[in-house]
């Protein structure tokens, strides 16, 4: 780790043939195709700083370069002599609390969303007195010092994470060593209120960063379809995102799965502690299996939802993730009562938007159901977009009345 890096920059330049003007209206990625990658390029350290330059060698704005991945060159800040220290990294930071202390009422959402809040590759989730920083990009992990000095005074938390478990770590070149950076991790999953439930994250053993802030908001509609005594179904569960959420509004019940036993007892403990243990189970087992069991049993419910991992994370894992998101809507239709609800959500950002909405439509087709799409939603606005870069806007969830 190094306290800051010297505005005497190398300096890397486009090919003729890159696209330096979507770079000069704002997308943020340099990918390797697009780079001059000579000996002295190649020889840089992963994370250094870089003033990029075009074709012509006029200056483009200050870029930090890895070598060894897809995504070479990752913009920072516009003056190419900007000091990248703690008081940049303050400034940052500043502009994204105002940001979340206009929305939420409690310090419990994602404070730093990557490029959308001017730090790549840079995750931070707040809970509380507590912040877990996911330091995804090379040049993160250099400045990783000057972040949480910089996190520490502007946040006044007394506990930060850092959690290594991104897989994009691994396509970076960097470490999978989670640990305490200030303060002590907790020894126990921590209680976040959201919308009137209480959930519980496990900040150092859990996925991601112990919580999915994301989506707090069809969280919210699917309570709303809920609250007049529903029956729920939460597939891919994970701590009960959306079951706690549906129970805490007025659902008669709600059954959570997930193959993950750990996961299902969090939300067990989430459902004590919103006091709807009564009206909560559980059930392990893969999503697909149980989804069928379920429907071999004659289950009905009012309200389903299933909110999957990634099934497309790239490109190239399209087709066959579009095909998973369409059997899990053939599966789940059957289980949903007439003029009851289905929620279907994709993580993919290479699925996007019509894309899966048409597997939807397909496998609810497939189950000899018939749909009204109610509502289309996305990741709440402490995940904000980057418009000139479609991966910030990774979350869909398509609410139909069948």
């Known amino acids: 780790m190094i306290a800051s890096l010297s505005p005497s920059r190398p300096t890397i330049r486009l090919k003729p043939k890159a696209n330096a003007r979507a770079i000069r209206r704002g997308f943020p990625w340099v990918y390797a195709n697009e780079l001059v990658t000579d000996r002295r390029t190649r020889a840089l350290t992963e994370g250094t700083l870089a003033v990029l330059e075009d074709d012509e060698r006029r200056p483009m704005g200050l870029f930090a370069i890895n070598p060894r991945s897809k995504i070479i060159a990752r913009f920072i800040e516009a003056d190419p002599a900007a000091e990248i220290g703690a008081d940049w990294f303050a400034a940052r930071l500043s502009r994204a609390l105002a940001l979340r202390e206009t929305l939420f009422d409690a310090p419990f959402y994602r404070l730093v969303h990557a490029e959308a809040d001017g730090l790549p590759g840079v995750v931070i989730d707040r809970f509380g007195e507590t912040c877990v920083v996911q330091p995804n990009a ?39 060593l989670s640990l305490a950076l200030r303060g002590t991790a907790p020894d126990a999953s921590v209680p976040v209120p959201m919308n009137g439930a209480t959930y519980m ?178 990741a709440g606005p402490d995940h904000p977009l980057l418009p000139q870069l479609a991966e910030s806007g990774y979350l869909k969830a398509l609410f139909f009345r069948l």
Not at 323 to 351: D, W
Not at 352 to 376: K, N, P, V, W
Request: charged share 20%; with cysteine.
């Open 138 to 176: 090379a040049w993160a992990e250099r400045c990783l010092d000057d972040l949480v000095e910089a996190l520490v005074a502007v946040t006044g938390v007394t506990t930060v994470l850092k959690n290594a478990g991104g897989r994009t770590r691994a396509l970076e070149g960097l470490d999978d």
């Open 201 to 378: 994250a496990d900040l150092t053993g859990g996925q991601k960063t112990g919580l999915f802030f994301d989506q707090r908001p069809n969280h919210a509609f699917a309570a709303r379809l809920a609250r007049g005594g529903a029956r729920v179904l939460d597939v891919f569960s994970h701590v009960g995102g959306f079951s706690l959420a549906a129970l805490s509004a007025g659902a008669t019940s709600a059954l959570a799965v997930d193959g993950s036993s750990a996961a299902l007892e969090l939300a067990r403990g989430g459902a004590d502690a919103s006091g709807v243990n009564e009206r909560f189970e559980i059930r392990q087992g893969d999503a697909f299996e149980v989804l069928a069991a379920l429907a071999a049993e004659a289950a009905e419910f009012d309200v389903v939802i299933c909110d999957p991992p990634a099934f497309a994370p790239s490109k190239s894992a399209l087709e066959a993730g579009l095909r998973a998101y369409e059997r899990i809507a053939r599966l789940a239709a059957p289980l949903v009562a007439r003029n009851g609800f289905l929620g279907l959500c994709s993580c993919s950002h290479a699925a996007e938007i019509s894309r899966f909405r048409g597997a939807c439509l397909r496998g609810i087709g497939r189950a000899g159901r018939q749909a009204q799409l109610i509502h289309t939603g996305a």
